[in-house]
């Protein structure tokens, strides 16, 4: 990508941030250390962007890539083909700018909680990554917690097809109603000279309380009942269209398809791996190549008693273990 990283807002949450443009190619390029990075390729002419605002801040900031020296993953809303194309080129050593992930409005949308108990769920598993001890303090900056918090930054114009900025004040007003709901439940506890409303501070301290802690070791027990799919399959340039026919199978049941290579991870493929399977509401499995890999993913499935849905091209033999599985047989993709 041309053009040198400049200091700018991220047009996603406010947050201090760099970017990258290439006019040429109608991209810019945003490290922002609350979105992550990600690429947005549109018409740089246009502030009109095919994504709900709100709903796109607060995937970005639980899914997202921060600026890690190992991580080289970015969110891309180029289409699926490019993303494949320069994985391929990452692989063999090209690291212009990492590892592209596609970024799909369907997976953001399935995401996002569709209940205000959802989002309570999703908002204790957050504060969780953010502690280190037990008791410890949790600080928060403005824009990071109304991310967090699913706070609406935005209302949607039906007239001018755009979003606009809500006034600041209903923004904290929305903020400080999710963190008294938190404290009404014995959750967190806040530092009340902390918070944003006295319009003296830009962050906000708060701690988890027992029954927060509770809260999250039951969710952390039954992460299943979220909507991560994993899909065990082999991956290369034969399956592409495989791959994105059950992707697509997968959205449209409302769950969200993960792919391992597709994924933030460290390098230590197996134990991601494995966490995927554990975390998963239910596993797909294509056996079309005999891949060793998917036997053994669907293997632990199996054994953790997690739902497997197993597919196979017609005329392909399975293996005899699990031969008399009901097995979903396709002759062509579509």
């Known amino acids: 990508m041309h053009g040198q990283l400049e200091n700018c807002k991220c047009f996603v949450c406010g947050q201090d941030a760099c970017k990258q443009l290439d006019y040429d190619d ?5 490290i922002c250390p609350i979105c992550g990075r ?3 390729h549109h ?3 246009s502030d009109k962007i095919n994504f709900d605002l709100n709903h796109l801040s607060a995937y970005l900031i639980y899914n997202g890539f921060k600026n890690k020296n190992y991580e080289r993953r970015y969110f891309t809303t180029r289409d699926k083909d490019w993303c494949d194309k320069w994985s391929q ?3 063999q050593g090209d690291f212009t700018h990492g590892h592209p992930v596609f970024l799909s409005k369907e997976n953001v949308e399935n995401w996002y909680p ?6 309570i769920d999703k908002i204790m598993l957050y504060l969780a990554t953010c502690i280190r001890h037990i008791g410890d303090d949790i600080v928060l900056s403005s824009e990071e917690a109304f991310s967090a918090l699913f706070v609406d930054r935005y209302d949607y114009n039906e007239t001018e097809y755009k979003y606009i900025p809500r006034d600041l004040s209903g923004i904290k007003k929305q903020a400080r109603y999710m963190l008294e709901y938190l404290a009404s439940r014995n959750y967190i506890h ?3 000279s902390s918070n944003w ?3 003296t501070n830009d962050s906000i301290t708060l701690s988890l309380l027992p029954d927060g802690y509770a809260r999250i070791d039951e969710l952390q027990k039954n992460t299943a009942n979220g909507k991560n799919v994993l899909v065990a399959m082999k991956f290369g340039d034969d399956t592409k269209e495989l791959r994105e026919a059950i992707r697509s199978g997968i959205s449209e049941a409302g769950y969200i398809a993960i792919f391992i290579d597709e994924v933030q991870h460290n390098d230590f493929i197996t134990p991601e791996l494995l ?4 975390n998963s509401k239910f596993v797909v499995v294509d056996l079309t190549h005999k891949n060793n890999g998917a036997y053994f993913e669907e293997g632990y499935a199996m054994g953790l008693g997690k739902p497997v849905i197993q597919l196979c091209k017609n005329g392909v033999s399975l293996h005899f273990d699990i031969a008399q599985k009901n097995t979903i047989m396709w002759d062509q993709v579509v």
């Open 26 to 30: 109608m991209t810019v390029f945003y």
């Open 38 to 40: 990600f690429e947005i």
């Open 43 to 45: 018409d740089l002419s």
């Open 89 to 91: 080129k990452y692989k």
């Open 114 to 119: 569709k209940s205000f108990a959802e989002k």
């Open 190 to 192: 806040q530092n009340k």
């Open 197 to 199: 409303w006295n319009d």
């Open 275 to 278: 966490k995927y399977i554990r």
